[in-house]
T-cell receptor, first 112, second 114 residues
Framework: ETGVTQTPRHLVMGMTNKKSLKCEQH?????MYWYKQSAKKPLELMFV???????ENNSVPSRFSPECPNSSHLFLHLHTLQPEDSALYLCASSQERSYGYTFGSGTRLTVV | GQQLNQSPQSMFIQEGEDVSMNCTSS?????WLWYKQDPGEGPVLLIA?????ELTSNGRLTAQFGITRKDSFLNISASIPSDVGIYFCAGQLTDGGSQGNLIFGKGTKLSVKP
């Protein structure tokens, strides 16, 4: 596989559920990102990992919990989400936070 | 915080027409990027610009990095149906060797004229 792969592509979860989103990159990049994309809003940066260390958390609620076990994998653990958290969650990677982030296809999350 | 104003928000194209969209910022950037997003997919990088005044082409796409470093435009010539999608501009500032985050515009949605 090449590029950035995200699973699942679609997820429907109840507000009391716990689920995880997975991202894997096969590009040898060392920075990875989670973005949230909602309708009519710019892409919102959630978390940044550089060499497996979290370097940014953009005031994201604690019901979103990232994990980066190595520079190729990134997870977003979800628990007790709200309906307004429904959105497309995009993972991206880059080489040392330089230009040209490569995005995955996203996970379309619906919270019911 | 930094914001990018991207316009137009949406536009309709007829095959063969030229299309133009732009992005402005209240802050300077030293990298401008243009991405396209198809339905159900993530954004894909189209063009990257690194120097003020730079004009770069990628096939029928041409983008320019504004002289003031606060704006950029993207032109699509002789549009075709597969050009429909959402186009995003993004700016990045490098400060003292440290790469800033990408700041994205809200997107320009291109649709086919009915």
């Amino acid at each position: 596989e090449t590029g950035v792969t995200q699973t699942p592509r679609h997820l429907v979860m109840g507000m009391t559920n716990k689920k995880s989103l997975k991202c894997e990159q096969h590009l040898g990049h060392n920075a990875m990102y989670w973005y949230k994309q909602s309708a009519k809003k710019p892409l919102e940066l959630m978390f940044v990992y550089n060499f497996k260390e979290q370097t940014e958390n953009n005031s994201v609620p604690s019901r979103f919990s990232p994990e980066c076990p190595n520079s190729s994998h990134l997870f977003l653990h979800l628990h007790t989400l709200q309906p307004e958290d429904s959105a497309l969650y995009l993972c991206a990677s880059s080489q040392e936070r330089s230009y040209g982030y490569t995005f995955g296809s996203g996970t379309r999350l619906t919270v019911v | 915080g930094q914001q990018l104003n991207q316009s137009p928000q949406s536009m309709f194209i007829q095959e063969g027409e030229d299309v133009s969209m732009n992005c402005t910022s209240s802050s300077i950037f030293n990298t401008w990027l243009w991405y396209k997003q198809d339905p159900g997919e993530g954004p894909v990088l189209l063009i990257a610009l690194y120097k003020a005044g730079e004009l770069t082409s990628n096939g029928r796409l041409t983008a320019q990095f504004g002289i003031t470093r606060k704006d950029s435009f993207l032109n699509i010539s002789a549009s075709i149906p597969s050009d429909v999608g959402i186009y995003f501009c993004a700016g990045q500032l490098t400060d003292g060797g440290s790469q800033g985050n990408l700041i994205f515009g809200k997107g320009t949605k291109l649709s086919v004229k009915p």
